[in-house]
């Protein structure tokens, strides 16, 4: 009986909750401590490389890029060659371009000729080894760490990546569903939250530095992890609803409770509840306003920004005034938020910049060219950017004012400065469109916040690098495919560039790359031909050889007249009418990757190496993204283990 007496105690025993809850917070750092376990191979690799030691945290200048508005610019002398003397030339209706088709794998890759007439071709460009001069100090490619789903089995990595919604993964879920499971037994252990009000409480306030470090910019989970920060913002959102539930059930519990007990009269006129009540309308205003934002309306945007700052600020001062002991809590979340603006702050550069305008790409598109800033990030980072004047004030109101908008960068790092491509899409961008090309008198400084009379050159705040490819080094793999879509091609050629620079310096162990860029129409690759050509130049490597192919994918007709380059397109690049068939792409990726290392039914080479792996990097709409997630899901078991596994990236911003 004394046994029965003793094992009921067990389990009606009152749980200490600051320290439950406090215990639960260590249960998801101690799991999150498990995945950056899971990564430690791959970060060492990564910091083992002398470039990936020093790029990816701060800029610096590097070798100076001539600035678009002079008369010797590289890009006025190929768009003069490219364009010729008008600019534009009318095809006549023999030679008119065909109507976009979808297009199968077998579909016909055309290509403008000389003489405007529509060629077949599929070749790529094959770059052949140069051999070591003699002297010259051997360069080594980094080795290719295996992320755990590849190693297991290609069926994990497949289900992993499976869309349970557009551009929602099923590894996504899986992280919201383990979250809210662990919050959930947090809630209901040993307590009914409908009697023990505090708990749900605690819980509340619990989540509150989780919150804050899931959404800073410089932030130490990302660091840790390798993922940026923008793919913690799931997370952020999750976490921050179950907060706000946590608080309204304790509210509402202790609301409930008093009335009851028939003190709630006396009771609401007490500081314990009047602020108690002021953080509960904050949080809930906070909620209220986060998901009625669009983050593709910057307005909107806009309100979404000063009312969260306003209610987080309010309902910080509120819990603290409400309860002053859970204070431990509150400084955690405002010593995060303080280390993430320090480190932004020195993460920040001011320069000058030159803007382009092309009408014709992506429907309207901002060239930024930032020629002091040539170093300092990793292929397929972004920079956050506010267009200022040059007046210390115009400077201070646009810091703490103005907004810093994300723009990934197209250049790779040390190739004679920084590129943006930006497409005007929201009010922002349209008037930094305007500024471009109503900008003739160079020298002229613009105030893109403040709204003043434009010109090419212009002031600017950089800030970052940040996110980028994390611990996958794209140049430890045998095969990449890249996949854009839109002004997604920055991300496509910043890692283009940063590839076959260090292709011919002999530092990676690609052999074949397959770009394809999803657009319009094809002005968007004519518009954009003086930054692609210099990247389709062959460039020998003393360690492997190189087959390239870009192949451009106009999907609608243009109603203004096509521009058609007088020369040909360089060698490997083809225009195409039709969608990008991905899964075609990606197999003939895989072949090429094979015929490269010759490999034979035995699975040996002629070689001593065997294939590296594939890797996939797609950056553009939601539905290019899954089309490119879903190709490395029907990859077939042979295939993956012929070529080494295929491992993907996605590049997405979401505010």
């Known amino acids: 009986m004394s046994g029965v007496q003793s094992l009921a105690s067990t389990f009606t025993h009152k749980v200490n909750a600051p320290a439950f809850v406090f215990h639960i917070d260590v249960l998801l750092l101690g799991l999150f401590a498990l995945y950056v376990a899971s990564t430690l191979p791959r970060a060492l690799v990564r910091l083992f ?49 065909a109507p976009p088709v979808h297009n199968s794998t077998g579909g016909a890759h055309a290509a403008l000729g000389e ?17 070591r001069a003699r002297g010259a100090q051997q360069s080594y490619a980094p080795t290719r760490v295996p992320r755990w ?69 410089s932030n130490w989970l990302s660091w840790l992890s390798g993922i940026g ?77 000063a009312t969260h700052i306003t209610f987080v600020v309010v309902s910080l001062l509120a819990i603290y005034m409400h309860k002053p002991f859970i204070w431990p809590y509150i400084l955690a979340a405002v010593a995060l938020y303080a280390f993430d603006h320090v480190a932004r702050t020195a993460r920040t550069r001011y320069t000058t910049a030159w803007l382009t305008a092309e009408t014709a790409l992506n429907g309207g598109t901002i ?29 201070l109101a646009t810091w703490f004012v103005g907004h810093a908008r994300p723009f990934t960068i197209a250049t790779g790092s040390n190739s004679g400065g920084m590129l943006l491509v930006i497409k005007a899409r929201g009010a922002w961008t349209r008037k930094l469109l305007r500024i471009a090309a109503a900008g003739s ?35 430890a793999y045998s095969g990449v495919v890249l996949v854009a879509g839109g002004s997604g091609i920055s991300y496509v050629t910043g890692v283009l560039d940063d590839i076959l620079q260090k292709h011919a310096s002999g530092q990676s162990n690609v052999r074949v790359i397959e770009v394809v860029w999803s657009v319009a129409d094809p002005d968007s690759l004519y518009s954009l031909l003086p930054e692609l050509s210099p990247l389709m130049r062959p460039r020998t490597s003393p360690r492997a050889a190189l087959s390239l192919r870009f192949s451009v994918h106009w999907t609608r007709m243009s109603a203004l007249a ?56 797609s950056c553009g709409p939601t539905a290019l993204i899954d089309d490119a997630a879903r190709a490395v899901g029907h990859v077939s078991r042979v295939d993956w283990k012929d070529v080494g596994g295929v491992e993907s990236i996605e590049e997405t911003f979401g505010w």
């Open 49 to 97: 490389q002398p470039s990936e030691i020093v790029n990816g945290f701060f800029l610096w200048s590097g070798a100076q890029r001539t600035p678009p508005g002079r008369s010797n610019s590289t890009r006025t002398l190929l768009r003069a060659d490219t364009l010729g003397r008008s600019g534009t030339v009318t095809i006549s209706k023999g030679n008119a371009i």
């Open 149 to 217: 789903t590849t190693i297991v089995h290609p069926s994990l990595a497949y289900a992993l990546n499976f869309r349970v919604a557009p551009g929602f993964p099923l590894r996504k879920l899986l992280v919201l569903l383990a979250y809210g499971l662990i919050v959930l037994y947090a809630s209901l252990f040993r307590s009914n939250p409908f009697k023990d009000t505090n708990r749900t409480a605690y819980i509340a306030v619990s989540q509150i530095p989780i919150v804050v470090a899931l959404a800073n910019k």
């Open 367 to 395: 060239l930024v060219e930032v020629p002091s800033l040539g170093a300092g990030w990793r292929a397929g980072q972004h920079v956050r950017i506010r267009v200022t004047g040059d007046t210390w004030f115009s400077w």
């Open 115 to 131: 003489d405007n007439k529509v060629t077949e071709a599929f070749s790529a460009l094959v770059t052949p080894v140069a051999p």
């Open 562 to 617: 096509p521009h058609v380059p007088r020369s040909t397109l360089p060698p490997g690049m083809h225009l195409h009418a039709g969608r990008p068939d991905v899964h075609a792409t990606l197999q003939s990726a895989i072949a090429s990757v094979r015929e490269a290392y010759s490999t034979t039914t035995t699975g040996r080479t002629r070689g001593s190496d065997l294939p590296s792996g594939i890797v996939v990097g």
């Open 229 to 305: 920060y923008e793919k913690f913002h799931y997370v952020h959102r999750f976490a921050g609803r179950l907060a706000v539930i946590a608080a309204n059930v304790h509210a509402l519990g202790r609301l409930y409770k008093a009335s009851l007990n028939g003190t709630l009269q006396a009771k609401i006129h007490t500081p314990d509840y009047i602020w108690g009540l002021v953080s509960l309308c904050a949080v809930d205003l906070l909620i209220a306003f986060s998901l009625s934002f669009r983050g593709d309306k910057i307005p909107g945007y806009s309100l979404f920004f």
């Open 441 to 475: 008198a160079a020298g002229k400084s613009a105030d893109a916040e403040g709204g003043c009379d434009g010109a090419r050159e212009v002031r600017i705040i950089v800030e970052g690098p940040y996110s980028g490819p994390g611990y996958t080094l794209y140049t």
